[in-house]
Structures are given as C-alpha cells and as structure tokens.
C-alpha cells in the first residue's frame, strides 16, 4: 500500500505559476510511475504528467506541454508539478497517483493504482 498526500494549490491568477507536491510514504518507489492528474468541474479526471521514479524520465499531456514540469526527489519520496502560465482552464482538483506496474505512459491515462486525495488549484481570470 502507498499513502500519498498532495499539498500546494490555492488561488493564482492566470498568467502566473505555483507548485504541488505529493508525499508518498508506503512502499519503495523505485520500481513505480508517479503521476498527475486533474478533474474540473462537471468532467472527466485526465492525465497531466508521469515521471518513472527509477530513471526520472517524463511524459506530459499536450494540453500542458511547455507549461508544466513534473520531477521528484529521491531523498524526501516527493513529487513535483511545477505549474506555469496558468490558464482559467487549468482550474482542478489535482490528484497525485502512484503505480507499480511498468507500462507504456500513454496506458496510465486511464488511471494509477494509488491515489491521494487531491488538492484544489483555482486560477483566476
């Protein structure tokens, strides 16, 4: 079992950049991919960022490529979403998601095995 716990978020105005962070505690991560994801209102969860723990290689979602930069520290099991040039639409809960097994990174839009709770970042016009 993999705990993991969201922080950041808020209140930003369009055009600017904060950062999430999820903490995982559990299991070792080495052998998992680390995801985010997000869920507006009134639609479906998608896919935002994956990174693989063991080699930190990264796959985004067109819709914030360019703008968004997942990574993790291996000394505080913590991952990252650098958000920038935020846009209204990217208004979300945001989830942090963990997944043990190795998959294609186009497979984890459907969704990770571990889930947090979320945490809400609202960007103002």
């Known amino acids: 079992q993999v705990q993991l716990v969201e922080s950041g978020g808020g209140l930003v105005q369009a055009g600017g950049s904060t950062r999430l962070s999820c903490a995982a505690s559990?299991?070792?991560?080495?052998?998992?991919?680390m995801g985010w994801f997000r869920q507006a209102p009134g639609k479906e969860r998608e896919f935002v960022a994956a990174?693989?723990?063991?080699?930190?290689?990264?796959h985004n979602a067109d819709s914030v490529q360019g703008r968004f930069t997942i990574s993790r520290d291996n000394a505080r099991n913590t991952v990252y979403l650098q958000m920038n040039s935020l846009k209204p639409e990217d208004t979300a809960v945001y989830y942090c998601?963990?997944?043990?097994?190795?998959?294609?990174?186009?497979?984890?839009?459907?969704?990770?095995?571990?889930w947090g709770k979320g945490t809400l970042v609202t960007v103002s016009s």
């Open positions: 998601a963990a997944d043990p097994r190795k998959r294609l990174w186009t497979d984890y839009y459907d969704g990770m095995v571990y």
């Open positions: 559990g299991r070792t991560l080495s052998s998992y991919a």
């Open positions: 990174i693989r723990w063991s080699t930190g290689n990264t």
